[in-house]
């Protein structure tokens, strides 16, 4: 085989190769992850309304600031199951495979205690591995924005906000705070990944495995803080 052939295949190749990569790229517009990443609400909203096609298996509300997922109830206190919902149809979101979407508000334990704080929690349930899915999504978002392996072994972003600071002012940290319930007159903000077990995947109908990819802010929640962050709540 000649070098200009060769050459001609090549071309060829890479051709298909593009014009699959565009059909891929324009699955989704403005990058959906990316808008997801930095667990400020609204972004996402954003995003969603700018996908109806996309989103068009999960039931949606309506806001100024964009479109958002709605659920059955945020109730924290709840086993969980009304504040989830699978998708119909699995969603194709910048190249991974989202089965459905959770959406949690707990503020009783803030009218108990203003230490202990109000817990909120958003994300997605995605097809693989927390490995996988770490992997895959940090090559969509902004690197301001990745997943840094912990020495747990796990998955996060992690932010601190003070009571003090002006609104939509994090600080990012370490995960020294992870898993711990925020200081009072502080606000975690973190981004985090975290396989579901065997059992809850299966209550939801998948045979493989399920991580969540999900945001979370606990902590002196109030209410300008919450409408800034959260205005599907706030409303």
């Not at 902004?142 to 392996?149: E, F, G, I, R, Y």
């Not at 972003?157 to 007159?185: D, F, H, L």
């Amino acid at each position: 085989m000649s070098n200009r052939i060769k050459i001609a295949i090549l071309l060829t190749s890479f051709s298909m190769l593009t014009a699959q990569a565009q059909v891929t790229s324009a699955h989704t517009k403005g990058n959906v992850m990316a808008q997801f990443s930095t667990c400020h609400a609204p972004d996402l909203f954003k995003a969603i309304a700018a996908n109806p096609k996309v989103f068009s298996s999960a039931p949606l509300g309506t806001l100024d600031a964009g479109k958002y997922i709605k659920v059955k109830s945020r109730d924290g206190m709840a086993d969980g199951v009304d504040a989830r919902i699978v998708f119909k149809n699995p969603i194709t979101i910048d190249g991974m495979k989202v089965l459905g979407f959770y959406d949690s508000y707990d503020s009783t334990l803030a009218k108990i205690s203003a230490e202990l704080g109000s817990f909120l929690f958003w994300g997605f349930y995605v097809a693989g591995t927390p490995l996988e899915v770490s992997k895959q999504f940090n090559q969509t978002v902004p690197d301001a924005n990745h997943l840094q392996t912990q020495v747990d072994g796990s998955f996060s972003k992690n932010e601190i906000r003070y009571i003090t600071s002006p609104i939509g002012v994090w600080e990012k940290v370490g995960n020294e705070s992870a898993g711990k319930i925020a200081k009072a007159g502080t606000v975690e903000r973190a981004l985090l990944l975290e396989q579901i077990s065997n059992e809850d995947s299966k209550k939801m109908g998948f045979d493989t495995p399920v991580t969540t990819i999900f945001c979370t802010i606990q902590g002196s929640v109030d209410e300008e803080l919450l409408k800034f962050e959260r205005p599907d709540i706030s409303k």
